[in-house]
């Protein structure tokens, strides 16, 4: 995965000219399609370092055009050996000898990180021709011990070269719904990104699943975050189908998208249609036997 070890990147040589030229033909805000060029070029530079495989990018809607300010962040995996942990000098001394940003494009960075906790956040700047565009990178240490599944590849379409893609290793499918269903469960309706239900609606869409494994691994991993399953929270989430607020939430979301996205009752009704049999039989002590089956969004019995 990622570009070949130890090979010479071509220069790129994209400017500001034609960055406004690209964004007149799109009908796009140049900074936002700025911005986008330069989290591709962040990726690539990160797939193609001694360090590439284990950077695994999970959120590669970033890499979409949808006209939000100041939204711009790359979140990452950072996959870890034995003991390893990731420290913000440790990294930083990985961007500047292994990125060697300034060498292989016209864009000049600069950045600063701190740690939250586990979790790194670098803030960088972008600067082409003059144009400064303030991004970030998130990135999450994660344990190879406890890894249940390979990494999956992204092929990034590049925006300002649509001919030309480039595979970028990412987060398995099966560990971000875990993740985003998880934060689904915890927030409800005080969640933050709606892309949470985005994504989940398109796992469900391509992901199998057996009830009784999946109940299981569901009340684990609830436990384990302290998110309780009990009625109060099953109702309250069953009334999120038509529920104002959530839907005013999700038409805000699709407003700022600049591509179809369905319609909330189609989006939570997927997820409610895969959490209710599960959630119910676990409230009655009892185990789910069903399979879901992506292509019929819905348990075969």
Known sequence: MGVARGSVMKRNIIGIAAIHEKSMELELEMESLLAVYMLEQLALRLAGSERGERLLLKNPAAFHVNGQRGVHQ????YVCEDSERLTKADFAAFLKSAVKWEKQTNINWSWRSHMEGARLVVELDGELE???????LVVDPIDRAAWQHEPCTYELRMIMETSKTSPIPSYPLEEQFFDDLAEALKNLELIRDMDVYERIYDALGLL????????KKLEQYCAERQI???ETRYKQMERYLNYPYMI???QAYRKRQKRQLPEWETVYGRLWTFLMPLWSAALQGLIYLG???????????
Not at 291 to 301: A, C, F, Q, T
């Open 74 to 77: 790359l979140q990452y995996a």
């Open 130 to 136: 003059g144009v400064r565009i303030p991004l970030s």
């Open 208 to 215: 199998s699943f057996e009830g009784r494994p999946f109940q």
């Open 228 to 230: 309780v399953m009990d």
């Open 248 to 250: 005013k939430k999700w």
């Open 291 to 301: 399979s879901w089956i992506p292509d019929l969004g819905r348990y075969l019995d």
